[in-house]
Structures are given as structure tokens and as C-alpha cells.
């Protein structure tokens, strides 16, 4: 024990010591070169004390990297500006009371300390307010609005111009857009009207961006209430509503529907379902009911059962499919059986069988991501009008057994060429500017796509590039630089979104609806169902 004391009273001694010389080298160290002596005696004896370096996410939360040596600036006299994780070390070293003060060059664009964000926070009545709903057609549309994109800047952006951002990473708009929104105001750096996009990104910026915003539009079939209490709210979910903002949708989604049409809000979603999924959707009231349901979730405590309508007469007996899935795009949003995947099982039994399709009973024990689809899809049984699993980018046995004759690449660009013909690319989540020039690039289809496919493809992209041009040039005079005071103008049209020039085909209310919906989630004390769609009538025949 006496041992023990000394030991750390000469660790004690040595640190002190360390200290005591970086105090002497900061006072009486005149050049560069005792700077960097200090700096790396500094290293030594602030390693216990060093703060963790903060980390900036944009909204989805990414958090921003280490940034490059370039992040120090020079200050005259050939030293290097100390960061702020250098300056919090410097503080630690030197004890309370002796903080060291940065010193700005003249002329330096100072970078403000990012604003900390309160977790948790749920959309409110100034985000319903943005914009409304009309309906047409029986489809659920939403009238244009200008909408702020807000984001810090992300690690892999320190040390590039905003010009290069642009182009490498959103590519949705040509770089003339975002030329004319400079000299229109729409470009904000840390709140400040940026005047040049050469301008270099550094940690910690803040970078907010107004444009105008179409959102497809989607079933005009009414959300409706299954339960409510003090603890949870249960809808029926119509299929082609997504269930929180993603891509290209905000206010046609389940959460903003529920807040602006039934007051509903500060809701937590428990479980997932694919925006073309149909079907039974709970939602906690609070954060501690949300975590404990969660944890039942992770408990294997919660029952599901799905429905689904199949291509083919599926086997009377039950099936268990146990076989893993591997994401192959997290972008697009593919996924295959594949022996590096993730373990899953499915049991499925038939309901019903008219001669063309059946109707069938889908038990998930596990939660993958798109996991019945997959499994059916292997079996040979694909849902009868699912988008992506019965395509033909799949290949002539539409992916069954695992057989895929071609490349991931292969597949993501023929799914990607199939969806950009039919101007139905958000049947894969994703829009023009996601595409990256891989999955662009039909020089080389496979036998699967038509011709008349990639004559449409072509024709798309073609119209699509000279409106963009069109939208771009010569455009001085646009909507206000803060959304907020876009209420003087016609919000529904401007001047500078391509969007706006496009007519686009509205997509049936048939075509919006995917054959397989949640039909019971059960858990400790809890059990809702949902009704049975009219698909799965066993004397449903398919037009």
C-alpha cells in the first residue's frame, strides 16, 4: 500500500514537472521552432487531459471527421494558429484562470461554434404550416413550397470550394443552378449570403440552402385510426406513403399527415414498413414508451403477420425460408439472398389460390430489410406487383433460387434504367441527382431491358438535361433568399426550378399499391389488427 503511494507520488512529481516546462517554453520560447517544442511537449503531458474532439453531424446526425493539417491557418511570423482542440489542451495545461486567447489575423473568416441541437425534437405547427394539400385524382398531392436544407459541414468537405462540393456530391441540379442561386441570395455560409462559390469549407460551417420543393404525390386514401391511448397511437398505413421525411418526400408522410390532418405529434415510430407496404403502424407517445417497446423488439417479444398475393400457385404446405440477405445498395435500396448476409427466417402458408396468384401468410421471426420480399422472390413466388423483386433486371428467372446472372452493378443500373424510363424512380427512393454515372450508363444494357426502354431512358434524360439548362441561365431575379418570406409570392412557381418546367405523368392509384400488407402486431399485453385488403378476397381477380 505505502509502495502503492510513492509510485504515484513520483508520477505525480514528473507530470508537474512536464508542466512547469511547458510553462517556461510558452514564456520565454521566441521563434517558430520553440513553438513546435512546446506543441509537442504539450502532446506528452496533456494526453490525460485532452477533450474529446466535438463532432458535427449535418440532420441525419453523420458526423463530421478529423480535420486536415490544412484546418491550421498561418499567422504571421511563421507560426500556425492553434485549433480549438489545441487551445482546450493549452487550457488544460496551464491550470483554471489561464486560458490562452485566440488571436485572428486580420482578414481570417472566423468559423462560429456549431449550435447544439436538441435530440429528440418532433416536427411542429411551423413545419405543417410550410406549405398544404390538394387532391386530384384520387392521389394526396402537395402544392410547391421553398423549404431550407441545412447541414454542417461534413469532414470529407473541409479544405474543397463549395463549387467542387456541388459537383461531386448534388449533382440533381448542373452547376449554373447553383451559380444563379448565388446571385440570388438562395446560398447561405454561417448565415451570410455566400458571394462566391470558390469559397473553401472548414470544420464547423454551416451551410443552408432555399430551393423549391415538389414532393410525388401519393394515395389519396385517408390514414385511419385502429387505437389510441395514453401510451401508443395504431394507424392502418395505405401503401405509397412513406412513414417519416426521406428523399423527396416531407409532408406526404404518415408523421406530417397525422400532425397537420389529426393533431397528432411528437410520435415515435416502433417498428418500420416500406413505403409501399400497407398496413398495421404504431406509434409511442412518449421516449420511455418507445424504449420499451424497442426493447421488446429486440427480445423477440413481438409477433408479426403479413399478407401478400404471389405470383403462381405457392405450395399448400407451410415454408420456412432461413436463407441470409445482403444489402446490395443502401442508395437504391436492393437487397438479395446471398451467403454473406445476414441470417433471417420467414415462415410463409398459403390462404388461398384463384388459378393465377395466391394469397399468403408471411410470419417475419427476424426484421431485414425487405425480408419477405426477398425470401418470395427466392422461392419463385415474387410479390405479384412489386416493383423491384419482380422485376426483369433480375434476369429471365427473376431472381429465383438465387439465380442472378450478372454483376450487383448490372443489376442496380437495370433496375436504375428500367425506373428512369417509367419516370419512376421513386418506386426506388432515390432521384436524378442520386444517380451516380455508373448506374447511368446504358451503353451497355442487359438483353433484359427492351429497346423501347432504352429509347424512352434516352428521351428522359435528354428532356430532363434541357430544361435544366433552360431553368439555369440568365436567372437574376428569383424567390427570396429566406424561405420564411416566400409568403409575398406565389410559392407554387419559380423561376429557377426545373421541376416547374417538367410535366410529369400522375401515376395511377392502382399503380401506387404493392400486394402486401402488416396485418396483426402482437406483444405483451397489446394486439392490433388491421382489416384485409381487397387484393387478398379469395375471388379477387386482377384486372
Known amino acids: 500500500m505505502w509502495l502503492g503511494g510513492r509510485v504515484w507520488l513520483l508520477i505525480l512529481g514528473q507530470s508537474c514537472f512536464k508542466l512547469q516546462f511547458v510553462s517556461f517554453a510558452r514564456t520565454w520560447g521566441g521563434g517558430s521552432g520553440a513553438m513546435a517544442k512546446t506543441l509537442s511537449t504539450l502532446e506528452e503531458a496533456a494526453s490525460g487531459l485532452r477533450v474529446p474532439a466535438q463532432q458535427n453531424g449535418d440532420v441525419d446526425g453523420e458526423a463530421v471527421g478529423e480535420p486536415p493539417p490544412e484546418s491550421l491557418e498561418a499567422v504571421p511570423g511563421g507560426r500556425k494558429l492553434a485549433t480549438g482542440r489545441e487551445e482546450e489542451a493549452f487550457a488544460a495545461a496551464l491550470g483554471p484562470g489561464k486560458k490562452k486567447k485566440r488571436r485572428v489575423p486580420t482578414a481570417e473568416r472566423v468559423v462560429p461554434p456549431p449550435k447544439k441541437r436538441r435530440a429528440g425534437v418532433s416536427f411542429n405547427d411551423e413545419h405543417f404550416a410550410e406549405t398544404s394539400y390538394y387532391f386530384e385524382g384520387g392521389l394526396r398531392k402537395v402544392r410547391p413550397y421553398y423549404f431550407d436544407f441545412r447541414t454542417y459541414c461534413k469532414g470529407r468537405w473541409v ?96 408523421i406530417f399527415i397525422l400532425g397537420k390532418e389529426h393533431q397528432l405529434k411528437e410520435l415515435h415510430p416502433l417498428h418500420r414498413l416500406d413505403r409501399l407496404t400497407s398496413g398495421v403502424l404504431m406509434f409511442a407517445k412518449t421516449a420511455a414508451v418507445s424504449e420499451r417497446i424497442h426493447e421488446q423488439v429486440r427480445d423477440r417479444q413481438l409477433e408479426k403477420e403479413y399478407v401478400c398475393r404471389v405470383e403462381g400457385e405457392f405450395p399448400a404446405e407451410e415454408v420456412t425460408c432461413k436463407e441470409p440477405i ?218
Open 159 to 254: 479544405g474543397h470550394s463549395l463549387q467542387h462540393v456541388f459537383s461531386a456530391e448534388f449533382r440533381a441540379q448542373p452547376l449554373a443552378y447553383y451559380e444563379a442561386a448565388v446571385r440570388a441570395g438562395r446560398l447561405r455560409l454561417n448565415e451570410e449570403p455566400v458571394q462566391d462559390l470558390s469559397i473553401v469549407l472548414k470544420d464547423n460551417d454551416f451551410l443552408r440552402n432555399t430551393v423549391h420543393r415538389h414532393e410525388p404525390p401519393v394515395t389519396a386514401e385517408p390514414i385511419r385510426l385502429l387505437a389510441e391511448n395514453e401510451d401508443m397511437v395504431v394507424v392502418d398505413k395505405p401503401s405509397s406513403i412513406p412513414v417519416h421525411p426521406c428523399g423527396r418526400f416531407r409532408h406526404n408522410t404518415v
Open 326 to 543: 445482403l444489402v446490395v445498395s443502401y442508395k437504391v435500396g436492393v437487397c438479395r439472398v446471398d451467403a454473406r448476409g445476414k441470417p433471417c427466417e420467414t415462415v410463409f402458408q398459403r390462404l388461398s389460390y384463384n388459378g393465377h396468384s395466391s394469397v399468403v401468410r408471411c410470419r417475419p421471426l427476424t426484421g431485414r430489410t425487405h425480408q419477405i420480399r426477398v425470401h418470395l422472390q427466392f422461392l419463385g413466388h415474387s410479390i405479384l406487383n412489386d416493383p423491384i423483386y419482380n422485376s426483369v433486371a433480375w434476369g429471365p428467372s427473376r431472381g429465383r433460387g438465387g439465380d442472378i446472372p450478372k454483376t450487383d452493378e448490372e443489376l442496380l443500373r437495370d433496375l436504375v434504367a428500367e425506373h428512369q424510363a417509367k419516370q419512376s424512380l421513386d418506386v426506388l427512393d432515390i432521384c436524378e441527382g442520386d444517380l451516380s454515372p455508373g448506374l447511368t450508363d446504358s451503353t451497355a444494357p442487359s438483353s433484359e431491358l427492351s429497346k423501347n426502354h432504352l429509347k424512352e431512358l434516352a428521351a428522359s434524360a435528354q428532356k430532363m438535361d434541357g430544361v435544366l439548362e433552360a431553368a439555369s441561365q440568365g436567372l437574376d431575379t428569383m424567390a427570396p433568399a429566406n424561405a420564411a418570406e416566400a409568403g409575398i409570392m406565389d410559392q407554387e412557381i419559380d423561376p429557377l426550378c426545373a421541376e416547374c418546367r417538367l410535366v410529369r405523368q400522375d401515376p395511377l392509384p392502382r399503380d401506387l399499391v404493392m400486394f402486401l400488407h402488416a396485418l396483426r402486431y402482437k406483444g405483451p399485453g397489446f394486439e392490433y389488427f388491421s382489416p384485409m385488403p381487397t387484393w387478398a378476397q379469395e375471388d379477387w381477380q386482377q384486372d
